[in-house]
């Protein structure tokens, strides 16, 4: 079965940093992408960044670039996202979500959230 | 950026059909997928590359995609069918997912 599980969530105040973590489990974690979405209070779903299969690749939407870092570490089968200089804005559900592994083009798992509050 | 627009609600009784649609620029050429969100749940994927189910979705649920207009068609809606649901795609010119914002299906 897979599963996904999201960790490090909370309170952090307007500038500050925050780690979130994902531990994946039920399927061979290295040979997919993974990624972060977000889901703000009341509002939809937002794709963060997502990170390649060994690690060499990643990508961000504007929003987040150059504040947030996705990573993994495949020996542990986790991936993790590094947010800094956190807005008001980022409050939000993070979840994690695996990539579909023929086209990459949408999630097929998704963890059952984090949730982060900037206050 | 590419834009995907959705009904905000739709309204349907047990036992009829909904039908949500997700319109977007020649959406026809891009694979969709659907999601459904229930009330403090993760999504969880109904129909991707447009029209497959993945195993544990019932037949129900169908998706197609045409011109400017993806479609996901629920039949005999059931009580259970209510949450949000959310179309995406994979824009290729960023490089980046891009979700609708959403309809909530409400079982009258």
């Known amino acids: 079965e897979v599963r996904l599980v999201e960790s490090g969530g909370g309170l952090v105040q307007p500038g500050g940093s925050l780690r979130l973590s994902c531990a994946a489990s039920?399927?061979?974690?290295?040979?997919?992408?993974m990624a972060w979405v977000r889901q703000a209070p009341g509002k939809g779903l937002e794709w963060l960044a997502n990170?390649?299969?060994?690690?060499?690749?990643?990508k961000y939407v504007d929003s987040v670039k150059g504040r947030f870092v996705i990573s993994r570490d495949n020996g542990n089968n986790s991936v993790s996202l590094q947010m800094n200089s956190l807005r008001d804005e980022d409050t939000a559900v993070y979840y994690c979500?695996?990539?579909?592994?023929?086209?990459?083009?949408?999630?097929?798992?998704w963890g059952q959230g984090v949730l982060v509050a900037v206050s | 950026s590419y834009v995907l627009t959705q009904s905000p609600s739709v309204s349907v009784a047990p036992g009829k059909t909904a039908r949500l649609t997700c319109g977007g620029n020649?959406?026809?050429?891009?694979?969709v997928t659907w999601y459904q969100q229930k009330a403090g749940q993760a999504p969880v994927v109904v129909v991707y590359?447009?029209?497959e189910r993945p195993s544990g979705i019932p037949a129900r649920f169908s998706g197609s995609n045409a011109g400017s207009t993806a479609t996901l068609t629920i039949r005999r809606v059931e009580a259970g069918d209510e949450a949000d649901y959310f179309c995406?795609?994979?824009?290729?010119?960023?490089?980046?997912?891009?979700f609708g914002s959403g309809t909530t299906v409400t079982v009258l």
């Open positions: 979500a695996r990539a579909d592994s023929v086209a990459v083009e949408y999630f097929d798992f």
């Open positions: 039920g399927f061979s974690f290295s040979e997919y992408w």
């Open positions: 990170v390649k299969r060994d690690g060499s690749e990643d």
């Open positions: 020649n959406i026809v050429h891009r694979g």
């Open positions: 590359f447009d029209d």
């Open positions: 995406q795609v994979w824009d290729r010119r960023t490089d980046s997912y891009v």
